[in-house]
């Protein structure tokens, strides 16, 4: 069998791959929040104003673009004004939805911009329509974003913070479907613009209005959501009363009642987590092309706001806090979503994993009874793609002996790839799903003379390898040596089960 060939035309960028893809997800669940991010500034864990150092620190290696916030299903359950002015003064709520808790309110607006500002990310507030009202949501934008002495600024000031904060991105509801109001498509279309309408652009912050949008394979929702847009709205997306609509995936491999285990499986459910999640690029662009029916120019944008890995949670933890461990077959479900986002570039714009810290297919874990902080290997796939933040997308062409397997009814190709340029510079991401066998693809590059190159893998001798506190580098990346010149332009080998990521170094384009 001859070795798969990647034809990559270097000098021909196509549409930019939004650094805001590689966004994240804090809702108040299980230890995500508190606990994870907020540990309050009397802890003997190093903090700054009660928000956990080691955790921002990590986050921040990897450029975090944005942190989405408060939920989830706990957006639509949220009032914001409960979490602002003095902590003891607050009031308390139950959080229904993950594990039928009672939480203070600690931690909530100030709180939240706060680790913004730490991360450097840009805030992503989503806003209540289940339970709240449009004046509630108004309210809460002009709280956060106005500049003078109208009376939600004032009341900002009242509570210790003068100037404004920006926030560009805001979330019109969550799951409307579900448990953000069990709504029919109808409904919430009508509800998403009035509510839209009222998130209103305060002291020139200009708002990213994104509307609750489909679960899987609902192109209905979609449809519907588009639909409610007139011709005009649909040629200017800054006149449309919101600028996306969201979808929400996750990757299982059995049912809701029992999803399978995250770090016990078999090659057969290796293979299965793989195919679900390969199943993102069928639906970016069935959604996409019911986008394009009403908006050709693809002035409305697609935010994939939730995706991940969602598995039982881990023996002896609370069922609704969802903490789970995250294995190499997590790193390659991410690298496999984010060569789908990169190969619709054009209409992904912001996607946002499930969930940073402790909860789903969280970036960090953090050990209640040592403190330990521990990177996972979902976390090293998004360090090593910082390089294709804001890059140009290149068409990545598989030609020859692309293997594949029959896995649940279809063929999953074992070798996944994308690419993307800025400047003199070019990132090859190359996944092999393969469970046994090591692969070398051929890199075709046409168009511009590389001058350099760079390599690192990640992988594990064990399909199941994970970290813990006693073990934090079973899984994380080196620097790889199996790349070699080629007469049409460079040889990559491909361990098995490995992700690895080139980075070219380009001569300067002829002018």
């Not at 499930?354 to 990177?375: K, R, W």
Request: charged fraction near 20%; proline fraction near 5%.
């Amino acid at each position: 069998m001859s070795s798969p060939v990647a034809v990559i035309d270097l000098d021909l960028p196509g549409p930019t791959i939004s650094r805001h893809v590689y966004g994240h997800f804090a809702e108040h669940l299980g230890r995500c929040v508190y606990g994870g991010f907020w540990v309050g500034e009397d802890s003997a864990v190093p903090n700054v104003g009660g928000i956990r150092s080691d955790v921002v620190e990590a986050l921040r290696a990897i450029s975090i673009p944005n942190l989405r916030w408060p939920g989830g299903c706990f957006a639509d359950d949220y009032h914001w004004r409960d979490g602002v002015g003095p902590r003891e003064a607050r009031p308390r709520m139950v959080n229904s939805h993950w594990g039928d808790v009672v939480e203070d309110n600690s931690f909530g607006t100030h709180e939240f911009m706060a680790l913004c500002e730490l991360l450097g990310a840009d805030p992503y507030v989503s806003g209540n329509v289940g339970s709240g009202s449009v004046r509630e949501m108004s309210e809460w934008i002009e709280y956060l974003t106005r500049a003078d002495d109208s009376p939600m600024a004032a009341l900002r000031r009242e509570h210790g913070r003068d100037e404004p904060w920006k926030v560009p991105f805001w979330g019109i509801g969550n799951e409307a479907w579900g448990c953000g109001g069990n709504l029919r498509a109808e409904q919430f279309a009508s509800l998403a613009r009035q509510y839209a309408t009222y998130v209103r652009e305060h002291a020139g912050n200009e708002v990213y209005r994104i509307a609750a949008g489909a679960s899987d394979h609902d192109y209905h929702w979609t449809e519907t959501l588009m639909r409610s847009f007139d011709p005009l709205e649909a040629g200017d997306g800054r006149a449309a009363p919101f600028q996306a609509v969201s979808l929400h995936y996750y990757t299982m491999t059995g049912p809701w009642s029992d999803k399978g285990s995250a770090t016990q499986f078999d090659d057969d459910e290796w293979y299965l987590a793989l195919s679900r999640a390969a199943h993102m690029e069928e639906l970016l662009a069935r959604h996409g092309a019911v986008m394009d029916r009403h908006d050709p120019k693809k002035r409305v944008g697609l935010v994939v706001d939730e995706w991940g890995t969602w598995w039982n949670v881990e023996p002896g933890t609370n069922p609704g806090f969802l903490y789970q461990q995250n294995t190499l077959r997590d790193a390659l479900v991410a690298s496999l979503h984010f060569d789908a986002f990169h190969r619709h570039a054009d209409r992904v714009v912001m996607a946002n994993i499930a969930q940073t810290v402790n909860v789903l297919q969280a970036m960090v874990l953090t050990d209640p009874e040592t403190d330990a902080l521990v990177l996972t290997p979902t976390y090293h796939v998004f360090a090593m793609n910082t390089g294709h933040h804001d890059a140009a997308a290149l068409a990545v062409h598989l030609r020859g002996d692309v293997p594949t397997r029959e896995v649940d009814g279809g063929e999953l190709p074992l070798v996944s790839a994308s690419a993307s340029t800025r400047g003199d510079t070019a990132l090859v991401s190359l996944t092999n799903l393969d469970a046994d066998a090591a692969r070398t693809v051929v890199l075709d590059l046409r168009g511009r003379d590389v001058v350099g190159h760079t390599a690192r893998a990640l992988t594990a001798p064990a399909l199941n390898a994970h970290n813990t506190a006693a073990t934090p580098d079973a899984v994380a990346p080196v620097l790889h040596d199996g790349v070699r010149a080629h007469e049409r332009g460079l040889e990559v080998d491909l361990p098995a089960h490995s992700y690895v990521t080139v980075q070219l170094e380009l001569a300067p384009a002829e002018e």
